[in-house]
């Protein structure tokens, strides 16, 4: 799979600095759109903060709730209310209380099996958008946010699975996971997720460093092809940036 142009790199000075960058983007994102707006979550531990700041009074007011639609890029297959769910965190964090309930859309989980939550979800994002083929000139993401996992992976995009390597179905489900926790997953593929007028990575901390390293050397990991149509931004603090690195930006 051929990689679109190359990421713009922009430094935070910390998590902190990192979470209000991220919000501001989410924020020009939704601006620029004034009619109906999709934006697809992320789950781990990267935008935690993230998702604080947005339902937090300084942030919340400023979003036209009502326009706007929240999907996620993947999920444990665990129930809606098991603490490793990656919908449930951003429900607790900002979604609930704020967001109407139809314009949060997770990913099925109580299907029986991971391909049948696949399954479901595809029709869902088939619906929202309104045809089951993508239309390069008609993203169906305003924004993607995205993480990046110690081995290179993002959303649940393992490296060495065949799933990175899915380009017909928008969505599909994997029955193991290559990092904790191991449980069955459900992810959007990269094409899907390519289509979107901006993809947000955010990467933070000195527990990133080793894997930044590789992506920024140019190691083909999932995190690395994983490219909007659009623009795509790593979004990095200086704890995660590798000494090496810190002179070229």
Known sequence: MALAGQPKL???????ALAHAAAERVMARIAANPGRIAICLTGGSSPKKLYQLLGSDA????????????FIGDERFVS???PLSNMAMARAAFLDGNAPAGHIHPIPTTTGNPDAGAE??????????GAEQ???SRPLFDMVLMGVGPDGHTASLFPGFPEIEETERWVVGLPRANVAPFVPRVSLTLPVLASCHEMLFEIAGHDKQAILTRLLNGETLPALRARSNGETVWLVDEAALPEEFRGRR
């Open 10 to 16: 922009i430094v935070a000075a910390d998590a902190e």
């Open 59 to 70: 942030w919340r007011g400023k979003i036209p709730w009502e326009r706007v639609h929240w």
């Open 80 to 82: 809606e209310s098991d």
């Open 120 to 129: 479901a979800y595809a029709r869902e994002l088939q619906a929202y958008y």
């Open 134 to 136: 993508l239309d390069p």
